[in-house]
C-alpha cells in the first residue's frame, strides 16, 4: 500500500538582512526593533549548553535566578557519592571566601536530586542544584539600559534580543557552580577508576611568577593560601598587588597552570578530537579565559627540532621519554606522562571607573560599574580549571575503553 501524504508542508522562506546587499527591494519591518530582527537562515541545533560525549554535563541558571546547577548523564553506576564528594570543591570556588575576592555571600550548597541511590550512582542521569541565596538585582539596574564594556551584555541582546542583566545572567562565572559540582564526580571517577590526579594551581599574576616544579607540587601547597600558589613568596607578593588593584577600583590577569598526573597512553581521538584540542576548548568556554598553551607552548618556537623533540626511553617494559615538552600528549594522543599546560585570564572586565559605552538605544554614554566582583579571578579560578580538565579526561578515558576495552 502507497505512502500517503497527509498535507503538503509549506516551503522554507528565507528573511533577508542587511547582510544580504544584492537583494534591493528588502526593507526592515519597522515594528522590529534593531534586536528583534528574523534570522536569515533557521537554526535547529541546540544551544551549546552540553559538554562531552559519553560523559556529558549540561549546565543550567542564571547570576540571580533561583539557582545554578548541572545535570550529569553517562556517569558509570556503582560509583559511590553523597554531596560531601562535591562539596569541597564548591567550596573552593564559592565567592567570600577571602579578602581578595567577590563579597557576595553564597554557601553554594549542593544538593543532589536524581542518579544515586543508597550513595551510589545508578547510571542515570544525575541532577544538581545550588540555590542563589545573595542575589542583589538591584546594583544592575543601570545595565539594563547600558551594555558594560568588555562584558557580554552587547553581543547576547544582539544575538537574542533579550538578556538577563543582573549580574549578568547567563553569562556571569555563577554558571561555572554546575561545571565544577560535575567536575568532582569527574575527578572522584578519574581517581577510584584510573588512579589520575589533577591540580591547578596560579602560576603568575600580571608580572609575579611563581616558581613551581609540576611533577612534585602537591595539593596542600597550593591551598596553603588564599592565591592558590604554591610558591610562598611569590604568593605573598600576588596577594599585595591583588589588594593594591582592589583598593584602586581596578583589576589583574594572569596565568593559572594544571596538570594532570597518571594519565595513561591513548587516551584522545585523531583527528579532530585531539586531546590537547578539547582541553584548549573546555578551557577557552570559561569566563574571562583568553589563551592556552600546552607543554612548551609558545616558547618551543625559541628551540630547534633537534632541542625540542622527547627522546624515549623504555624501563621494565614501560616507555617514557626523558623531557617532557610535549605536555604529556602527542599526536593528539597521551603518551603517559604528565600533562601540563596553562591557561591566561584577562584582567576581570568590571571595574569601579567611569567608561565610555552605548545604550540600547545605540546612543553614546557612560558607565560606571557597582556590584560585587572579583579583583581578580585566579584564585577562584582554579577548581574550575581542574574541573573542565577532568571533565575532558574522564570522557575520552570512557570513549577510549568503549572503541579499544
Known sequence: MPYR??????????HVSRFTPHVSRFKPDPSLS??????????????????????RITTWGESHGGGVGVVVDGCPPRLALTEADIQPDLDRRRPGQSKIVSPRKESDTVQILSGTFEGKTLGTPICLLVRNEDA????????????????????????????AWPGGGRTSARETVGRVAAGAIAKKLLRQRYRVEVLSYVKQVQRIVAEVDPEEVKAKDIESNIVRCPDPAAAQRMIRLIEKMRRAGDTVGGIIECIARGVPPGWGEPVFDRLEADLAKAMLSLPASKGFDIGSGFGGILLTGSQHNDPFRAKAGKVYTTSNRSGGIQGGISNGQTIYFRVAFKPVATVMHEQDTVD?????????????????????AVPIVEAMTALVLVDHALRHQAQCG
Not at 501524504?5 to 528565507?14: K, S
Not at 534593531?34 to 560523559?55: E, I, K, Q, V, Y
Not at 540600547?360 to 577562584?380: I, M, Q, S
Open 360 to 380: 540600547v538605544n545605540f546612543k553614546n554614554t557612560a558607565l560606571k560599574a557597582r556590584g560585587r566582583h572579583d579583583p581578580c579571578v585566579l584564585p577562584r
Open 34 to 55: 534593531r534586536f528583534d530582527r528574523r534570522p536569515l537562515l533557521p537554526h535547529c541545533s541546540p544551544m551549546a549548553n552540553t559538554f562531552g560525549h559519553l560523559f
Open 5 to 14: 501524504i497527509a498535507r503538503q508542508e509549506p516551503p522554507l522562506t528565507f
Open 136 to 163: 542583589r538585582p538591584e546594583a544592575y539596574t543601570e545595565m539594563a539600559t547600558k551594555f558594560r564594556p568588555s562584558h557580554a551584555d552587547y553581543t547576547y541582546q544582539a544575538k537574542f534580543g533579550i538578556r
